[in-house]
């Protein structure tokens, strides 16, 4: 069993949680993911690395609740266990070389945006971060973000943080403006990911997107990950999560994440009705 | 006197319309009464041409003749003593190609029921388990077997009888390997494969489970932790695609994905988070033993027609002719003679399948393979309207140690190169099973777990 050493709500539906794992936290780095099981009946849920402490022997991680299993997971409490903690997993973020940066998080994408703009910044490349939210009630890691961004944009859909707008009016605003990105690293919706790397083809910025499909072991085994990239079939949890944004077939992996959503309601209704009938 | 008749006792088993529609074992194994009147069918030869058939040298003539004396447990005795898992090789052995093609009575009438002896012997066991065995006395070495599947098992269980500390590594969440994820509770009932590695543990070999060696920790870093031996019993667990247009479809998914949800995460009760897709018309591609697995499953979950599309005929089927028997018994339709040429979709957003486009086969002059070459009927496709898509078309070995341990050669298809003891390119770095033959069976693996922990022993000696 891995213990729950800290857990923080970061906002109504996102939470951090610090798990004892210390297996995983020997080498992990920026850019992997972990496979976490909650409970002995529950699902092998996928989540990227948001930080690690190799001396506690610890990795965070931070996720949205959008179904059952992750909703198990924020009931849990500090001191509790998750009955499975297995990475890390993946390759890591290419960081060696970079000079200018543009990392670009959407909502809880930004947990994940928040370690490779650090592991950037660690290394001494001039980053900037543009973190999107749908509004400032959803907003996470602002200060972590502006503690390691040399320039640091907020963006929200209703304008109630920073500038109201998308996270490509942002990027392209840059860009215009004379900003020479040699590469652009987008983590949040399928969609964000799509739309950055479309702007991004235009002006010819190499682009790194992190996939999270859907997945079972995260080893190789089942193929559920599976992706186009570049006319190829790919899994994303060992060829990846990091691939070419420009190559992606983001289109198909759209289509692929709702192969379970009508299960994955029921499931997740009938979970909000078993907490309730507890709490 | 021996019984001389010429037909080996039947196993109690489920009705074909009613095991179909449960996760139940198909085969209720014999009673005492049917397992004495087998056991006396064996002559007890002298030479025991069954022994050269088993990879693993059980002594059958020996644990046969206990039965027939009224003493199961000496059975065990003398079964457990060749074999780490005998209740798994009592199901899932090709026993058909192994010992009992080679049994004297196959030659007037139908061979020694070796199988299903095994199978009670160790049931036997398991419900009456006596004195737990031994821990045996340490010898202060300590090895890694990486992988719980059935090579590493085997592997850890000789070692440890010799006096070795093993630690297996494995990166699922359950020990067990293929036994767990792969092969159906109707055919190898979980319970069974737990109780199995219970008794590895009581001989004092540690597992450490979600341990992902190459990623978690790396077969270097082992070293540096002080094992003086690596064992590497990763199996085959990629799952190989067709490449043909649709693969990607929502309902199109590997045999290790949809065996896995089922299996492993069990998704097939109502008490597991795991989602699986309650499919109406299943078209399985493929005609192995995973391929049978697969479309049974789809059955038993419910599904109306449930096909198999094989691009040979049915004599050419990998699968076991039992397998293959069973399948149809429980209504699996056998498309033979076709292949998939492209998988169909809906329209619009979510992509779903609708219909197989396959094209029909002859057979031609026999391959490589030595069966004979399915040849496509030009003109001759149609669509098989299919809601579910499951392929099963082979594994190879996950890259994932190869890639990130230096000196660890591989060869075509990705699987270790080995010599006949296991051992590998890199020094103190042994190998077997399906990581080194590419997909094969059970049994074959655990010869390979057995052989290499004598080379692991000797080595170890060598050093010391």
């Known amino acids: 069993m891995y213990r729950i050493v800290k857990k923080r709500d970061l906002n109504p539906t996102v939470s951090l949680m610090e798990v004892e794992a210390p297996m995983a936290a020997r080498r992990a780095k920026a850019g992997q993911f972990v496979i976490v099981i909650p409970d002995e009946k529950g699902e092998r849920i996928p989540l990227t690395i948001a930080d690690y402490d190799r001396e506690r022997g610890t990795v965070t991680v931070i996720f949205q609740v959008v179904g059952t299993s992750t909703l198990k997971l924020q009931h849990l409490k500090e001191g509790e266990s998750v009955y499975a903690f297995v990475g890390p997993l993946g390759r890591p973020t290419h960081t060696e070389g970079l000079k200018n940066v543009a990392v670009i998080g959407g909502g809880v994408g930004n947990a994940i945006a928040y370690p490779v703009a650090k592991a950037l910044h660690e290394a001494g490349t001039r980053v900037t971060t543009i973190a999107g939210f749908r509004s400032q009630d959803l907003v996470i890691l602002e200060n972590e973000f502006a503690a390691v961004s040399d320039n640091f944009v907020r963006m929200s859909d209703d304008g109630t943080w920073g500038t109201k707008g998308l996270v490509t009016d942002a990027l392209r605003a840059l860009i215009e403006n004379g900003e020479k990105f040699d590469e652009v690293i987008a983590i949040g919706p399928l969609v964000m990911m799509k739309f950055v790397s479309l702007l991004t083809k235009e002006y010819g910025i190499k682009t790194v997107v992190s996939m999270n499909p859907i997945m079972i072991d995260g080893t190789g085994m089942c193929g559920g990950c599976r992706l186009t990239v570049g006319g190829e079939s790919k899994f994303a949890c060992v060829d990846g999560p990091e691939f070419d944004g420009h190559l992606v077939d983001f289109d198909e992996a759209i289509a692929r994440s709702a192969m379970y959503r009508e299960q994955e309601r029921h499931s997740y209704e009938a979970t909000c009705n078993l907490f309730k009938g507890v709490e | ?464």
């Open chain 2, 1 to 464: 006197m021996p019984n001389m008749s010429a037909k080996k006792n039947e196993m109690p088993s489920q009705a074909p319309d009613v095991r179909n529609k449960n996760f139940e074992e198909v085969a209720l194994g014999y009673t005492p009464e049917l397992a004495a009147d087998e056991a006396a069918r064996c002559l007890n030869c002298k030479n025991a041409p069954c022994v050269t058939g088993c990879p693993v040298h059980v002594n059958i003539p020996g644990f046969i003749a206990k039965l027939r004396e009224g003493d199961p447990d000496g059975a065990y005795h003398v079964l457990s003593a060749s074999n780490a898992l005998p209740a798994v090789c009592g199901r899932v052995c090709p026993q058909e190609t192994q010992c009992e093609a080679k049994c004297v009575r196959g030659l007037k009438g139908e061979p020694v029921g070796i199988g299903r002896l095994e199978r009670y012997t160790a049931d036997y066991h398991l419900h009456h388990p006596g004195k737990p065995v031994e821990k045996p006395a340490g010898n202060g070495h300590k090895v890694a077997v990486i992988g719980a599947g059935p090579a590493g098992l085997t592997c850890a269980g000789e070692l440890a009888k010799m006096g070795y500390q093993v630690t297996i590594f494995e990166a699922l969440h359950i020990a067990g390997g293929v036994l767990v994820y792969g092969i159906p509770q109707f055919r190898l009932p979980k319970e069974i494969v737990a109780a199995e590695i219970e008794n590895l543990k009581t001989l004092g070999v540690e597992i450490v489970t979600n341990a992902v060696i190459g990623r978690s920790e790396t077969v270097d870093e082992l070293f540096e932790d002080g094992y003086e031996a690596i064992f590497l019993g990763t199996g085959a667990g990629l799952p190989m695609f067709m490449g043909i247009p649709g693969e990607s479809l929502n309902g199109v998914c590997s045999a290790n994905e949809f065996l896995t949800r089922v299996n492993l995460m069990k998704a097939y009760r109502d008490d597991t988070d795991t989602p699986i897709y309650r499919a109406h018309r299943v078209v399985v591609v493929g005609g192995g033993n995973v391929a049978m697995d697969a479309a049974r499953c789809a059955k038993r979950l419910g599904a109306e027609e449930v096909s198999i599309v094989y691009r040979r005929s049915e004599a050419e089927m990998p699968a076991r002719r039992e397998e293959i028997e069973h399948a149809k018994e429980e209504g699996i339709v056998m498309r033979v003679l076709q292949n998939p040429v492209e998988i169909l979709g809906t329209d619009g957003r979510d992509r779903r399948v609708r219909a197989v486009r396959c094209v029909r086969m002859e057979l031609g002059e026999p391959d490589a393979s030595g069966r004979r070459r399915p040849i496509e009927i030009p003109g001759s496709e149609y669509e098989l309207e299919c809601d579910f898509v499951i392929m099963a078309l082979g594994t190879r070995p996950n890259p994932l140690i190869s890639s990130t341990t230096e000196n660890l050669e591989t060869k075509r298809g990705g699987v270790l190169v080995a010599d006949e003891q296991g051992k590998t390119t890199r020094e103190g770095v042994f190998a077997g099973g399906d990581a080194v033959t590419g997909a094969a069976t059970v049994i074959l693996a655990m010869g390979a777990g057995k052989t290499s922990a004598r080379a692991i022993d000797e080595y170890i000696r060598s050093k010391n």
